[in-house]
């Protein structure tokens, strides 16, 4: 009988004084160096090896294994292969948690951005012009009938608070958007009765008109409209300030440009159309009387 690690003669007691008793299960793996070389030497279904350890040192010893019968050499383990694989895995890993983070930061930023409306609401808000409106619910259908208005073919032009809706609601018209410039008008009228006769009634306080010219005092409505006599601002002349010969009031309004004309009232004393050059640069200046 001969021993299947190192083909030598096996004695009655079947054991190989070099190899040691056989194992029928596992025909692959350390088994004693038949050439006592070294410690242990790799089998391979029962076929020796070039592969040896003394101890957990592994090496390659050919010139044993060549020694023994059914050798096999096995292909030489590279340090590099485990090392990139190491490699690769660590990176892969780096790779994933980083593109985890990605994700969790896009999906985060989803779930904080605000929507259209509130951040509609929020600008008006920041730019202090909120108050324009009577309810967050007129703010909106507001600004979505600027921007149905813009799809029409209306122009590009508007208060603040439009321009804001543009930039939300419809950014294809925020570019070259005209801001209307909205300024407060200065105006006087003034009252004057040289003649004495008795247009004026005055005390040491104040003054308005009197017998045919009474209907001019500190309630005298101030309307200004369009040239579609839409009423744009309304106002009072306010306390009048003189004597019997003048009488002098002061008052003033908002006028926001973009109209073809401005139309200025006061009471039923006649009309007095401005364009917005006009009104902005050298207000109101009205007199009436002898």
Not at 69 to 96: D, K
């Amino acid at each position: 009988m001969t021993c299947p690690y190192c083909g030598g003669e096996v004695g009655d007691t079947g054991i190989c004084p070099r190899c040691g008793p056989p194992d029928g299960t596992a025909m692959t793996g350390w088994r004693p160096d038949p050439t006592a070389r070294h410690e242990g030497r790799y089998y391979v279904a029962g076929r020796p090896t070039d592969r040896v350890r003394d101890g957990k040192k592994q090496a390659g010893d050919p010139d044993g294994g060549r020694l023994l019968p059914g050798y096999v050499a096995l292909p030489a383990r590279s340090r590099t292969s485990i090392r990139s694989t190491w490699l690769a895995t660590g990176a892969a890993t780096v790779v994933i948690v980083l593109l985890g983070a990605v994700l969790w930061g896009l999906l985060l930023h989803r779930h904080r951005q605000p929507t259209p409306d509130a951040e509609y609401l929020s600008a008006l808000k920041n730019a202090g012009v909120e108050g324009q409106f009577t309810s967050d619910a007129n703010a909106l259908a507001h600004g979505r009938q600027v921007c149905r208005q813009l799809d029409e073919g209306g122009p590009q032009q508007g208060p603040a608070a439009d321009k804001i809706a543009v930039d939300v609601f419809c950014r294809e018209f925020s570019k070259g958007f005209h801001i209307l410039e909205t300024v407060t008008v200065s105006g006087t009228f003034v009252l004057t009765d040289a003649a004495g006769f008795g247009a004026i009634a005055a005390d040491d306080a104040s003054c308005s008109g009197a017998n045919g010219y009474s209907d001019i005092g500190p309630h005298t409505q101030v309307t200004v409209t369009n040239g579609k006599r839409e009423i744009l601002a309304t106002t009072a002349l306010g306390q009048g300030h003189g004597d019997s010969a003048t009488c002098t009031f002061t008052f003033g309004f908002p006028i926001t440009e973009g109209q073809d004309r401005y139309v200025v009232s006061v009471g039923h004393r006649g009309e007095f159309s401005y364009t917005f050059a006009q009104l902005q640069n050298n207000g109101i200046a009205i007199q009436l009387g002898h």
